[in-house]
């Protein structure tokens, strides 16, 4: 499939055959492509904790005001990201740039988000963002369909996946085989949408 129709295809599905499996390397191959997605500084300050325990799903649903999506789908997938990211050993994400790069990034990096706890944020949900996106369309591709989700108690499910200090939870995307299509949707107006050079 190409990117245009993955994108074109791309629903939010709410109905999924909750018997179908997805095998390891589905789910190794879509991580692999979720972790290709853009990050500020290649800080790749996001983590993807994949749920596929069925009695683990059952309890994150109830933690999702009892949307079937959690348990019925193949996987449900927490997006997390460490909000620390840029101070803990930062030369990691250019560990093959000379040295005099690494210093440089590093200090930019450090200007921009120490002390700065907004922006720290900021950047998880930018990421997170943006990887949600790739594995939607990216499961689209492999013949999957999926649906984004804010709607879940953030501190149970963080009690319930033993999230550590430093992480905050960004969303979910389930991923699974529909077996129901979504409801047409209203797009806006194009002009209402797309504002050329000013506001
Ligand atoms: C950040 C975000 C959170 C969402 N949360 C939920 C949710 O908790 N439950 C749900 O059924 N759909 C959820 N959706 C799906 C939206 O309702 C859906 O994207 C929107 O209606 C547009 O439809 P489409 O995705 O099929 O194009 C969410 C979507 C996004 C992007």
Redesign the pocket.
Same mark, same amino acid.
């Given at each position: 499939m190409n990117v245009k129709d993955a994108i074109i295809e *791309? *629903?939010?599905i #709410?109905h999924f055959d909750r018997n179908h499996e997805m095998t390891e390397d589905e789910k190794t191959e879509l991580m692999n492509l979720a972790m290709l997605s853009p990050t500020s500084f290649n800080m790749q300050n996001w983590r993807f904790v994949l749920v596929d325990d069925k009695n683990l799903k059952e309890e994150i649903k109830k933690a999702s005001f009892g +949307?079937n +999506?959690v348990a019925d789908s193949s996987i449900l997938i927490i997006l997390c990201a460490d909000l620390k990211a840029w101070e803990k050993e930062p030369k990691r994400y250019f560990r093959n740039a000379p040295e005099e790069v690494q210093n440089s990034i590093v200090q930019y990096m450090n200007g921009f988000y120490n002390g700065n706890e907004r922006v720290q944020r900021d950047e998880a949900f930018r990421s997170c963002g943006i990887a949600a996106q790739t594995i939607m369309l990216a499961a689209k591709g492999m013949g999957y369909d999926s649906? !984004? @989700? !804010?709607?879940?108690d953030s501190k149970k499910v963080a009690e319930l996946i033993n999230l550590p200090e430093d992480y905050i939870i960004t @969303?979910f995307v389930v991923v699974g085989k529909k077996v129901k299509e !979504?409801q047409p #949707?209203d797009i806006l107006e194009y002009g209402d949408v797309v504002i050329k050079n000013k506001f």
């Open positions: *791309r *629903r939010s #709410k +949307q +999506q649906c !984004a @989700m !804010a709607g879940y @969303m !979504a #949707k």
